[in-house]
């Protein structure tokens, strides 16, 4: 057995979330911060038989996918009523994929 980790922006948690339920494949939901002006972001918990890791690493890369964004950024330099826009990089995944000695549901 192996728990899959996935750490995804916020706004690509609910459709990898519907995809996943739509597929028989049940996650736990975390709220969590980091990355990049520290946005919001979500770990999902999903626990699959060693022969569903790629089938649920193939729904990630399809829900999942990086693209341009551009946000308004106040630098030191320039006072905070002044915002410049700045073209970053969102979307994608993270992904660990850990053995699991046991799992119980009670």
């Given at each position: 057995?192996?728990?899959?980790?996935?750490?995804?922006?916020?706004d690509?948690?609910?459709?990898?979330?519907?995809?996943?339920?739509?597929?028989?494949?049940?996650?736990t939901?975390?709220?969590?911060?980091?990355?990049?002006?520290?946005?919001?972001?979500?770990?999902?918990?999903?626990?699959?038989?060693?022969?569903?890791?790629?089938?649920?690493?193939?729904?990630?890369?399809?829900?999942?996918?990086?693209?341009?964004?551009?946000?308004?950024?106040?630098?030191?330099?320039?006072?905070?009523?002044?915002?410049?826009?700045?073209?970053?990089?969102?979307?994608?995944?993270?992904?660990?994929?850990?053995?699991?000695?046991?799992?119980?549901?009670?």
């Open positions: 057995m192996k728990l899959i980790i996935v750490v995804v922006e916020d690509d948690a609910p459709a990898l979330i519907r995809e996943l339920s739509t597929h028989g494949y049940s996650s939901k975390l709220a969590s911060t980091g990355g990049f002006l520290l946005h919001g972001n979500t770990t999902l918990l999903v626990g699959v038989d060693d022969s569903q890791v790629d089938p649920v690493i193939d729904l990630i890369r399809k829900i999942c996918v990086r693209r341009k964004k551009i946000i308004l950024h106040a630098t030191p330099e320039i006072p905070t009523s002044i915002q410049l826009p700045i073209e970053i990089e969102v979307g994608g995944a993270i992904v660990f994929v850990v053995d699991v000695s046991g799992f119980y549901k009670m």
